[in-house]
């Protein structure tokens, strides 16, 4: 498009066209009125959630499957604030949401009126580019650019657009914000993983959630076979790997697979491939401290910002992991053509898996009661999916103890809370999955309490927009998770952590207008998961679980609670017996 003359309404709209937005999710608001009154001419399906947190974790997941920057908008003030938890959410998990934010009108602002509140401070920490529509004529350009940080940055972006600021005129030519490419990063590092690899007796790769995000599943594999060194996947990204191959050993980190912790564990060089290997991901397990301290480390990562933040390396590398894992592989060929498949190093990953199947299938069989043992639950409805299956999980007891089950074949498959840890995001993010991959049967996993934050509501917009999420509830009457804090370190005094009396979630979902079904015996799971795909209705499955001491999975943050101790006289009746 050449310059024309249009209105800031109609440039942010043509901006949105031409990064190829097809979707806006959000709530009606009064601020943003004359831009949305644009949005079916122009071809965008404005999508209304319950809450905004389900907009920005919407906008999430589908950025997550699609790796298209996405967009959601609100109210000015309450609306915006309500953004808050999910672009954080997005912001650690390296997910490009654009949040257009509408403001109080630059003439009011400090006043206190209506709905004001500055709205830059709320989003300084989580967003990588932020940045205020100074002048209505400036927002084709600052809307571009806020799309050019979100895809190049690869991060959430904030567009913050003071209400009256969509009215005026403006000359704008519209075109997209370029794509950089970052190639596989400096020689010199790339000739020095090399040298470290070749000398490497027992390399391990950790593929992160930057190999589903650069599309680098076929390269890290090749790498792998050339090198027969085992991959495990970074925690909560079991879909950077295909979990069938041979070399795969399945995620390390909290409840993941043993066979991944023991296998890394030997590990004298670790070859660790977009991921920032944080502490969520590297801390003990099963009381195994598995990371291989004394393991050279070689950390390939588009975003110069994780390099060496949580690990010391001995080769940085910042560059795209596609590029150098191919690049890598082609190195190593031309330094060791004739490098012989290890059929040794095989055989322990092959044995290590077998150990570690047997052990979990004995953790997940044995029971056929009603309600069901979780983990027998968590085995059925897992291997009921079918192999194109996105799943969005939540933070929870039961959310964590489905890292040993999910298996993925293919990339941007598990679309997870990761970090931010908020409970109530797998709802949300499942609505935006669905629309990223309305071929995928998608769903959305959590617990009773997690479920209750977010995605109880948010059935009613996948019922008004139609959008056939599948929720599965895990129903066991408590915030497992931190009762078995409270288990663990507290006597069992439980303050908080029941939840009595819960509703039926499926009965609540039929009267939203979805399918509901109630499970609780593990020979119902698999024919319930079918029959809510073959549906392709919004369907909820409220699944019941035991909850409690007996099948709670290990506390989480272990390392961050003390037992208690009490001076006063008052509480001394609640010190460690
Ligand atoms: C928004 C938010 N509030 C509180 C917490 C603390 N928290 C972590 S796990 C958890 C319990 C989750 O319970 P539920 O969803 O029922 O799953 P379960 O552990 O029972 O499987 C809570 C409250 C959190 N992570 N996020
Ligand atoms: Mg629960």
């Known amino acids: 498009m050449s310059r024309q003359k249009m209105t800031p309404s109609e440039a942010l709209v043509e901006t949105l066209i031409a990064e190829g937005v097809q979707h806006v999710f959000g709530i009606v608001g009064s601020a943003f009125m004359d831009a949305l009154d644009l949005l079916p001419a122009a071809g965008i399906r404005f999508v209304p959630v319950a809450h905004e947190q389900a907009a920005a974790h919407a906008a999430d997941g589908m950025a997550r499957v699609t790796g298209r920057p996405q967009t959601c908008i609100g109210q000015n003030g309450p609306g915006i604030a309500n953004f808050v938890s999910a672009m954080t959410a997005a912001y650690w998990a390296h997910s490009p949401v654009v949040a257009l934010t509408p403001e109080a009108g630059s003439m009011g602002m400090g006043l206190g009126g209506f709905q004001e509140l500055d709205q830059m401070p709320m989003f300084a920490k989580s967003t990588v580019y932020q940045v205020r529509v100074n002048q209505p004529q400036r927002m084709a350009e600052l809307a571009r650019r806020a799309f050019y940080m979100a895809k190049n940055l690869n991060g959430p972006t904030q567009l913050n657009i003071p209400r009256d600021f969509f009215y005026g005129v403006c000359e704008d030519d519209i075109y997209p914000a370029p794509m950089i490419r970052r190639g596989a990063g400096a020689m010199e590092d790339l000739e020095a993983a090399a040298t470290l690899v070749l000398e490497a007796k027992a390399p391990v790769i950790v593929a992160g959630g930057g190999v589903s995000q650069a599309g680098a599943q076929a390269e890290v594999q090749a790498l792998a076979e050339y090198l027969t060194a085992p991959v495990v996947n970074s925690s909560l990204h079991n879909d950077t790997f295909p979990a069938s191959h041979a070399l795969a050993c399945g995620p390390i980190g909290y409840c993941g697979s043993k066979a991944a912790m023991r296998t890394i564990q030997k590990a004298d060089v670790v070859i660790a491939l977009g991921t920032r290997l944080g502490p969520f991901g590297t801390l003990p397990q099963y009381d195994m401290a598995y990371w291989p301290e004394d393991a050279k480390l070689i950390q390939c990562d588009t975003n110069i910002e994780v390099l060496g933040l949580a690990k010391k390396a001995d080769v940085y590398s910042c560059g795209d992991v596609k590029a150098f894992s191919a690049l890598l592989a082609k190195r190593l060929h031309e330094l060791a053509p004739n490098r012989a498949a290890d059929e040794a190093r095989q055989a322990d990953v092959e044995r290590e898996k077998e150990i570690w199947e047997a052990e979990l299938e004995g953790w997940s069989t044995s029971s056929q009661s009603a309600p069901m043992h979780p983990r027998r639950f968590h085995k059925e ?167 409690g001491k007996d099948v709670l999975a290990e506390p989480f943050r272990r390392d961050a609670l003390n037992l208690p101790v009490r001076y006063l006289d008052k509480y001394a009746h609640l010190n460690t017996r």
């Open 381 to 547: 409805w897992t291997r009921a999916l079918p192999a194109n299956a996105i799943v969005t999980t939540d933070i929870g007891n039961n959310s964590s103890m489905i890292n040993a089950y999910l298996k993925f074949e293919g990339t941007r498959q598990h679309v997870s809370a990761l970090s931010w840890g908020n409970c109530g995001f797998a709802y949300g993010a499942a609505l935006g999955c669905k629309l990223g991959a309305p071929e995928a049967p998608v769903i959305a996993f959590q617990g009773d309490g997690a479920y209750g934050i977010s995605g109880l509501a948010e059935v009613m917009t996948a019922v008004r927009e139609d959008i056939p999420v599948i929720a599965i509830v895990a129903c066991n009457n408590e915030w497992g998770a931190e009762k078995k804090n409270q288990i663990d370190f507290y006597d069992e005094r439980y303050v908080g952590a029941n939840l009595p009396d819960n509703p039926d979630y499926a009965k609540l979902a039929e009267d939203m207008g979805a399918l509901g079904m109630r499970v609780d015996h593990p020979d119902q799971v698999g024919d319930a998961v079918r029959e809510a795909i073959a549906s392709g209705r919004p369907c909820v499955i409220n699944a019941l679980v035991q909850g």
